[in-house]
């Protein structure tokens, strides 16, 4: 029987359609109470005076609690520069005073607005530029004594520093034929789940019970521990299905507060965010300016590349300052670099602090770079498909860090693909229309997981995984059908338990795309040893050698013998009275691609495993009179491995480059001089709608890497990162002008438009 | 103060607060939580209900202003766990649900949609989604669910 690779409708397809699935937003406990989280109005300053004693007299309010009376141990995910509250200085607005427990969620929003607090407010720092200047007033006076990796190069504002020179950059530079050197700027772009964040914890025998929607319930826990100053065993984190995540809820969010007010008033609370604070102060992708210098020579080939890049790390470092290690690997890939220098730098400032979404900074890196390409083919006036086609990367070749890409000519074949589908002289053609490509390199998260598995009496397999199934049916397609596979079972017949850090082993979390790759690893380690188990008893209970049994669609006989097979079912009751219950577990972590470990100094993100490969075209068309881009067609040629679930993979693709679109064309978070963002609902954020977007064309590229279960490697992460590039190179080429600029808002395409005629008033436009 | 209205088929008769929404009657006192709430603000669309037949954002919609209203949810759509409607297997089928927390949302903007269009176009689609985010999706498999759906009636 096969299942990997066929339409399987996802184990949560009836119970979301019908509304029944339950999110934590949805979980009611007994005695349970409601919170709130006090705010700092403003983005800098000191607390100089904070008054809670008429809002811990307001109706319904059990506990109100402020830094004098939680754990105040500092904590973070790279660097220990977070807090539960702040009781004196102030880095972000938005950033928690107090909290507030009450018998309904109404008496808590009213107890908090009658918390009185006077701040000795001064003018927040927002640009990185001045952010990062060593005369810069200090976003953290203590950074010193917080604690980080030695790797980091902290100094004054700058959380991260990940430097990589060949040597002689400049000389290279300076001696190629032509030069061309472009800025680019990125805005900060919002996850935009449509669950927002939100907990129940509860505290009972001295132990926590943390209810979550969250991506990683592993982290959860062992970051609360350290917040909290506990053992991280005193923590149970319980999944439930989660309303979207995209990186967003993978590092620890509001939790800590609803465990200090659960411990302090001895009844379950509930802490859900507000859209409007969810927007306000969770982590988002980080804006950066990148610079970036490239040699050339006639022929088109790249001698020389110079990249510097500044992200905001906002008021706390999160994990961007693994982050800082993407750009060693994007400005080398797809295209050959020559000799190269890559700085990139992460930097406080006041304000939210940002984190994780798909592709990362990969988005901005790989717009950056795949812009560059169009503005030098047109320097040195050479095609663009033509020029990158010349630059790429093949086997053999390999990233600034030293590791080899053993199968990057896989880009040439999705180079054709494309082509195939959309030629690249006669596509976007015509009057206000262009056509852009991007290609990408990217990789499998490798981080480690694990499956338990049983064979239950009746004959099903219970799956017991940590691993989160954040929507992208990589657990209700993936897994499932991997395990089913594994013994010729319907995926109906595998039962798959909601993460609990109590119950299965450790995995890393939904993030960049490793829940099939990894834990269906898992599943077959695990699978290998409840075959063997089977077999076993299958043998004594068939009378015949444990090498002459088979396991075939889910019954159990003597190989060649089709009427010697019973179902599985009678195998798993009949160990009961044998050896016991049929159990068995299976871990797995990507082994890490060699590479030149003194390659560059503060390197935290060191290799790209089970690489995968990609190339976007766009052809849009742009309205003279508004402004906006119409993205008309959308092609994507992706190396996946192997396909488990071709429904899945689609929506992958497919909502991937949703958010790309949405990235480059309309999303970002403006921040003001305040320190706050300018977008304070969803409507002023404007997400993309169904009208915004094509349905993509999709080619696949099933090339099988062989660590992973049925040659799998990642596949959702990776369709957002070359959207911006594939997109705004495709609206330059439409109005003859650059846009360098995350999102290409439509003020921008006018003014591109107005600059085009004014450059070329020959020019068609 | 008072409210009458017709949940679900169901009178229901309840002590409800002014200015309360809609939504947080049909969570937080009748427990139907099928009914997401994504923003509160009118802007998503997870919280979508009927109101006498026609789509309705619930989070902004007053519960005072749906006296004598008939209000439907999630809940009642499709027969029994066993039996979804034929929208919402499409929806199954086409693999247009990630998440799911915008799903409830759609598949009552959706059934509303059909039962006025039993043959939508994709613009007809579209125009009517235009009030209901997914961030996961990317639209095509819940349009193709609708388009499913349609031919299935013919
Ligand atoms: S919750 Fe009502 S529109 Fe978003
Ligand atoms: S399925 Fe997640 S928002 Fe639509």
């Given at each position: 029987?096969?299942?990997?690779?066929?339409?399987?409708?996802?184990?949560?397809?009836?119970?979301?359609?019908?509304?029944?699935?339950?999110?934590?937003?949805?979980?009611?406990?007994?005695?349970?109470l409601f919170g709130a989280i006090f705010r700092s109005p403003v983005a800098a300053g000191r607390i100089l005076h904070l008054d809670i004693s008429a809002a811990e007299n307001s109706p319904g309010v059990h506990k109100i609690i402020t830094a004098s009376d939680a754990p105040r141990h500092r904590h973070g995910l790279v660097v220990d520069d977070e807090q539960i509250f702040t009781s004196s200085d102030i880095t972000y607005a938005g950033e928690p005073i107090a909290a507030i427990a009450a018998t309904s969620l109404a008496e808590a929003l009213a107890a908090l607005k009658k918390i009185r607090i006077e701040i000795d407010e001064i003018t927040p720092i927002v640009d990185l530029h001045e952010a990062i200047d060593p005369k810069c007033r200090l976003i953290h006076q203590g950074w010193k004594d917080f604690g980080a990796p030695e790797e980091l190069f902290r100094s004054n504002n700058i959380?991260?520093?990940?430097?990589?020179?060949?040597?002689?950059?400049?000389?290279?530079?300076?001696?190629?034929?032509?030069?061309?050197?472009?800025?680019?700027?990125?805005?900060?772009?919002?996850?935009?789940?449509?669950?927002?964040?939100?907990?129940?914890?509860?505290?009972?025998?001295?132990?926590?019970?943390?209810?979550?929607?969250?991506?990683?319930?592993?982290?959860?826990?062992?970051?609360?521990?350290?917040?909290?100053?506990?053992?991280?065993?005193?923590?149970?984190?319980?999944?439930?299905?989660?309303?979207?995540?995209?990186?967003?809820?993978?590092?620890?969010?509001?939790?800590?507060?609803?465990?200090?007010?659960?411990?302090?008033?001895?009844?379950?609370?509930?802490?859900?965010?507000?859209?409007?604070?969810?927007?306000?102060?969770?982590?988002?992708?980080?804006?950066?300016?990148?610079?970036?210098?490239?040699?050339?020579?006639?022929?088109?080939?790249?001698?020389?590349?110079?990249?510097?890049?500044?992200?905001?790390?906002?008021?706390?470092?999160?994990?961007?300052?693994?982050?800082?290690?993407?750009?060693?690997?994007?400005?080398?890939?797809?295209?050959?670099?020559?000799?190269?220098?890559?700085?990139?730098?992460?930097?406080?400032?006041?304000?939210?602090?940002?984190?994780?979404?798909?592709?990362?900074?990969?988005?901005?890196?790989?717009?950056?770079?795949?812009?560059?390409?169009?503005?030098?083919?047109?320097?040195?006036?050479?095609?663009?498909?033509?020029?990158?086609?010349?630059?790429?990367?093949?086997?053999?070749?390999?990233?600034?860090?030293?590791?080899?890409?053993?199968?990057?000519?896989?880009?040439?074949?999705?180079?054709?693909?494309?082509?195939?589908?959309?030629?690249?002289?006669?596509?976007?053609?015509?009057?206000?229309?262009?056509?852009?490509?991007?290609?990408?390199?990217?990789?499998?998260?490798?981080?480690?997981?694990?499956?338990?598995?049983?064979?239950?009496?009746?004959?099903?397999?219970?799956?017991?995984?940590?691993?989160?199934?954040?929507?992208?049916?990589?657990?209700?397609?993936?897994?499932?059908?991997?395990?089913?596979?594994?013994?010729?079972?319907?995926?109906?017949?595998?039962?798959?338990?909601?993460?609990?850090?109590?119950?299965?082993?450790?995995?890393?979390?939904?993030?960049?795309?490793?829940?099939?790759?990894?834990?269906?690893?898992?599943?077959?380690?695990?699978?290998?040893?409840?075959?063997?188990?089977?077999?076993?008893?299958?043998?004594?209970?068939?009378?015949?050698?444990?090498?002459?049994?088979?396991i075939v669609d889910g019954q159990v006989g003597v190989a060649g013998v089709p009427a010697s097979r019973i179902p599985l079912s009678s195998i798993a009751i009949a160990a009961k009275s044998m050896a016991g219950p049929l159990v068995a577990t299976g871990s797995y972590r990507t082994p890490a691609p060699e590479y030149n470990h003194q390659c560059a100094t503060g390197l935290l993100f060191t290799t790209f495993p089970t690489l995968t490969y990609h190339v976007h075209l766009a052809e849009v068309e742009v309205d003279p009179a508004t402004g906006n881009t119409t993205v008309l067609r959308y092609i994507v040629a992706q190396e996946v491995g192997k396909v488990v679930n071709p429904d899945g993979v689609r929506g992958q693709i497919q909502g991937g480059v949703a958010q790309g679109l949405g990235y480059v064309l309309y999303e970002n978070l403006d921040i003001g001089t305040d320190g706050k963002?300018?977008?304070?609902?969803?409507?002023?954020?404007?997400?993309?709608?169904?009208?915004?977007?094509?349905?993509?064309?999709?080619?696949?590229?099933?090339?099988?890497?062989?660590?992973?279960?049925?040659?799998?490697?990642?596949?959702?992460?990776?369709?957002?990162?070359?959207?911006?590039?594939?997109?705004?190179?495709?609206?330059?080429?439409?109005?003859?002008?650059?846009?360098?600029?995350?999102?290409?808002?439509?003020?921008?395409?006018?003014?591109?438009?107005?600059?085009?005629?004014?450059?070329?008033?020959?020019?068609?436009? | 103060?008072?409210?009458?209205?017709?949940?679900?088929?169901?009178?229901?008769?309840?002590?409800?607060?002014?200015?309360?929404?809609?939504?947080?009657?049909?969570?937080?006192?009748?427990?139907?939580?099928?009914?997401?709430?994504?923003?509160?603000?009118?802007?998503?669309?997870?919280?979508?209900?009927?109101?006498?037949?026609?789509?309705?954002?619930?989070?902004?919609?007053?519960?005072?202003?749906?006296?004598?209203?008939?209000?439907?949810?999630?809940?009642?759509?499709?027969?029994?766990?066993?039996?979804?409607?034929?929208?919402?297997?499409?929806?199954?089928?086409?693999?247009?649900?990630?998440?799911?927390?915008?799903?409830?949302?759609?598949?009552?903007?959706?059934?509303?949609?059909?039962?006025?269009?039993?043959?939508?176009?994709?613009?007809?689609?579209?125009?009517?989604?235009?009030?209901?985010?997914?961030?996961?999706?990317?639209?095509?498999?819940?349009?193709?669910?609708?388009?499913?759906?349609?031919?299935?009636?013919?």
């Amino acid at each position: 029987m096969k299942i990997v690779g066929e339409k399987y409708a996802r184990s949560d397809g009836v119970v979301k359609v019908r509304g029944e699935a339950l999110y934590t937003t949805d979980l009611q406990f007994p005695g349970m109470l409601f919170g709130a989280i006090f705010r700092s109005p403003v983005a800098a300053g000191r607390i100089l005076h904070l008054d809670i004693s008429a809002a811990e007299n307001s109706p319904g309010v059990h506990k109100i609690i402020t830094a004098s009376d939680a754990p105040r141990h500092r904590h973070g995910l790279v660097v220990d520069d977070e807090q539960i509250f702040t009781s004196s200085d102030i880095t972000y607005a938005g950033e928690p005073i107090a909290a507030i427990a009450a018998t309904s969620l109404a008496e808590a929003l009213a107890a908090l607005k009658k918390i009185r607090i006077e701040i000795d407010e001064i003018t927040p720092i927002v640009d990185l530029h001045e952010a990062i200047d060593p005369k810069c007033r200090l976003i953290h006076q203590g950074w010193k004594d917080f604690g980080a990796p030695e790797e980091l190069f902290r100094s004054n504002n700058i959380v991260g520093q990940m430097v990589y020179d060949d040597g002689d950059v400049d000389k290279i530079l300076n001696g190629s034929d032509f030069v061309i050197e472009n800025e680019f700027v990125a805005g900060r772009q919002y996850q935009a789940y449509m669950e927002p964040k939100g907990v129940v914890a509860s505290y009972e025998n001295g132990r926590f019970t943390v209810h979550v929607s969250h991506q990683f319930p592993f982290n959860v826990r062992d970051r609360l521990a350290k917040a909290l100053g506990i053992k991280s065993s005193a923590i149970r984190v319980v999944g439930h299905h989660i309303g979207g995540g995209f990186g967003g809820k993978l590092d620890l969010g509001i939790e800590p507060f609803a465990c200090v007010l659960a411990k302090s008033t001895g009844r379950p609370v509930k802490l859900i965010q507000s859209r409007a604070e969810d927007m306000a102060t969770c982590p988002v992708r980080e804006n950066a300016i990148i610079h970036l210098r490239t040699g050339v020579n006639r022929d088109g080939q790249i001698i020389a590349t110079d990249m510097d890049v500044i992200m905001d790390a906002g008021a706390a470092a999160g994990d961007t300052p693994y982050l800082s290690s993407i750009p060693l690997f994007l400005a080398g890939a797809p295209y050959k670099s020559g000799r190269t220098r890559v700085r990139c730098r992460v930097v406080y400032t006041n304000t939210p602090s940002t984190g994780a979404f798909r592709g990362v900074s990969g988005t901005y890196i790989n717009f950056a770079v795949e812009r560059q390409m169009d503005e030098i083919a047109k320097v040195i006036g050479m095609d663009r498909r033509q020029l990158r086609l010349k630059n790429l990367l093949h086997d053999g070749d390999c990233f600034l860090n030293g590791q080899v890409l053993s199968d990057a000519s896989i880009l040439d074949e999705a180079f054709a693909l494309v082509e195939s589908r959309a030629p690249w002289t006669t596509t976007g053609k015509g009057k206000l229309r262009g056509v852009g490509i991007a290609a990408a390199v990217w990789l499998t998260n490798p981080l480690p997981g694990s499956a338990t598995m049983k064979l239950n009496e009746d004959g099903t397999l219970g799956l017991i995984t940590a691993a989160t199934e954040n929507g992208s049916g990589a657990v209700a397609m993936g897994l499932r059908q991997i395990a089913a596979q594994e013994f010729g079972l319907e995926p109906d017949d595998v039962l798959i338990s909601m993460p609990d850090t109590d119950v299965a082993g450790y995995d890393a979390g939904s993030q960049g795309s490793r829940t099939t790759h990894v834990v269906g690893r898992a599943i077959q380690e695990a699978s290998i040893e409840l075959r063997s188990k089977i077999i076993s008893v299958a043998a004594e209970v068939l009378e015949a050698l444990p090498g002459d049994i088979e396991i075939v669609d889910g019954q159990v006989g003597v190989a060649g013998v089709p009427a010697s097979r019973i179902p599985l079912s009678s195998i798993a009751i009949a160990a009961k009275s044998m050896a016991g219950p049929l159990v068995a577990t299976g871990s797995y972590r990507t082994p890490a691609p060699e590479y030149n470990h003194q390659c560059a100094t503060g390197l935290l993100f060191t290799t790209f495993p089970t690489l995968t490969y990609h190339v976007h075209l766009a052809e849009v068309e742009v309205d003279p009179a508004t402004g906006n881009t119409t993205v008309l067609r959308y092609i994507v040629a992706q190396e996946v491995g192997k396909v488990v679930n071709p429904d899945g993979v689609r929506g992958q693709i497919q909502g991937g480059v949703a958010q790309g679109l949405g990235y480059v064309l309309y999303e970002n978070l403006d921040i003001g001089t305040d320190g706050k963002y300018r977008q304070k609902t969803l409507e002023a954020y404007r997400l993309p709608i169904a009208g915004d977007i094509p349905e993509v064309e999709i080619m696949l590229l099933e090339h099988p890497d062989l660590a992973g279960p049925h040659g799998v490697r990642g596949v959702a992460e990776p369709p957002i990162v070359p959207v911006a590039a594939a997109i705004a190179n495709a609206i330059s080429d439409a109005i003859g002008a650059p846009l360098n600029t995350i999102p290409v808002r439509p003020i921008d395409v006018l003014d591109g438009i107005r600059w085009a005629q004014e450059v070329h008033p020959d020019r068609q436009v | 103060m008072k409210l009458s209205l017709t949940v679900n088929g169901r009178q229901e008769s309840l002590d409800v607060e002014v200015g309360t929404s809609l939504l947080h009657v049909l969570r937080e006192q009748l427990g139907l939580t099928g009914t997401k709430e994504g923003c509160a603000e009118g802007e998503c669309g997870a919280c979508t209900v009927l109101r006498d037949g026609k789509p309705i954002d619930s989070c902004i919609m007053a519960a005072h202003a749906c006296e004598q209203s008939e209000i439907t949810t999630i809940e009642v759509i499709g027969d029994s766990p066993d039996h979804p409607s034929e929208l919402q297997n499409c929806l199954v089928e086409s693999g247009g649900i990630q998440c799911g927390f915008c799903t409830p949302g759609f598949v009552m903007v959706l059934t509303a949609l059909l039962k006025v269009n039993a043959a939508p176009t994709d613009a007809e689609i579209k125009h009517a989604l235009a009030g209901n985010i997914c961030r996961c999706t990317g639209y095509a498999q819940i349009i193709e669910a609708v388009i499913a759906t349609a031919k299935t009636h013919q």
